[in-house]
């Protein structure tokens, strides 16, 4: 399907796609694995849960109000949802992520956004725990597709400008210049700034990739 055929509705199906994936691959791990810290800087894979369910269970309305109670800081506001959530247990979490995988609600923003936030965060918790997230194909590559544009808030158009991105399990690239290869669920978390994985990339862009993480 591509980029300039899918509908909203086929977004939403392929983020609950995603996050029935994501339930699954992550209600086996045990208690350690949720102190564990998370490719986003800064928090555990415990943390990116949190964050995750507080996304799928967002509103328009939720956000305006949880940004004005933050001062108005993004940052802020994020961090004191996950302040919030994060105080349940992982098994209430992970309950309320399966009861949201249809939610078709979420902060102000184009859809497809919330898929490239399902995919990355359910890898920033999967890559440090060893666990494997069995991702659609067609998810995966909506989710590159959209992360390859994206510059507000993660920066990922500015960071590959310049550079070629070719996916070594499926037939997905982007851009001319330096190339970077690997599995495409890596190169989307290049794209929006994982510096822990460009160790398992290729290519002369690497390098290049390295310098501007």
């Not at 001062?71 to 309320?96: C, H, T, Y």
């Not at 919330?114 to 494997?132: K, R």
């Amino acid at each position: 399907m591509s980029e300039t055929k899918r509908t909203t509705a086929d977004t939403w199906d392929l983020i609950a796609t995603e996050r029935r994936r994501l339930h699954e691959a992550l209600v086996g791990l045990d208690d350690a694995a949720w102190s564990r810290p998370a490719l986003c800087e800064g928090w555990t894979t415990k943390d990116t849960l949190a964050h995750i369910v507080s996304t799928l269970e967002m509103t328009p309305p939720r956000f305006v109000l949880g940004l004005a109670r933050s001062g108005f800081s993004f940052p802020r506001m994020v961090g004191r949802n996950i302040q919030e959530l994060g105080a349940e247990p992982v098994a209430s979490l992970l309950a309320r992520l399966e009861r949201g995988i249809h939610a078709r609600t979420g902060p102000p923003g184009p859809t497809a956004s919330w898929l490239v936030e399902t995919v990355a965060h359910g890898e920033d918790i999967a890559h440090p725990t060893g666990t494997t997230i069995a991702h659609d194909e067609r998810a995966l590559r909506a989710a590159a597709d959209t992360a390859s544009g994206m510059q507000p808030l993660v920066g990922a158009q500015k960071r590959i400008a310049g550079l070629r991105l070719r996916a070594t399990d499926t037939d997905w690239s982007v851009g001319d210049g330096p190339e970077v290869s690997g599995p495409l669920r890596l190169l989307v978390l290049a794209m929006v700034g994982r510096p822990p994985v460009l160790d398992e990339l290729a290519g002369d862009g690497v390098a290049v990739l390295r310098e501007r993480s």
